[in-house]
């Protein structure tokens, strides 16, 4: 019902940026909470931000400071900026909308900062 299809990963130095974007479509898409995850081969899908419909947010310790969750209901599009990126960030980055029914995911984009 929900589909989201992410996109903005590349390779980035250790000290740079990227955003996110994740492109939804359904009507309902605003009244969601929206989460970015990330994963690694062989590793469990870990919760990174979180932002509510009404724009409140939560980060992981490990990220706060560094990342911003944003969201433009008006384009139903999520957005994670990533700043300061560090080796350990290097995953699949993964948006999910937290609907009823258990939640819908995208298909990831890849992020990996190297030196």
């Known amino acids: 019902q929900v589909q989201l299809v992410e996109s903005g990963g590349g390779l980035v130095q250790p000290g740079g940026s990227l955003r996110l974007s994740c492109a939804a479509s359904?009507?309902?898409?605003?009244?969601?909470?929206l989460g970015w995850y990330r994963q690694t081969p062989g590793k469990q899908r870990e919760l990174v931000a979180t932002i509510t419909s009404g724009g409140s947010t939560n980060y992981q310790d490990s990220v706060k400071g560094r990342f911003t969750i944003s969201r433009d209901n008006a384009k139903n599009t999520g957005y994670l900026q990533m700043n300061s990126l560090k080796p350990g960030d290097t995953a699949v980055y993964y948006c999910?909308?937290?609907?009823?029914?258990?939640?819908?995911w995208g298909q990831g984009t890849q992020v990996t900062v190297s030196s």
């Open positions: 359904g009507s309902q898409f605003s009244i969601y909470p």
């Open positions: 999910k909308s937290f609907t009823p029914e258990g939640g819908y």
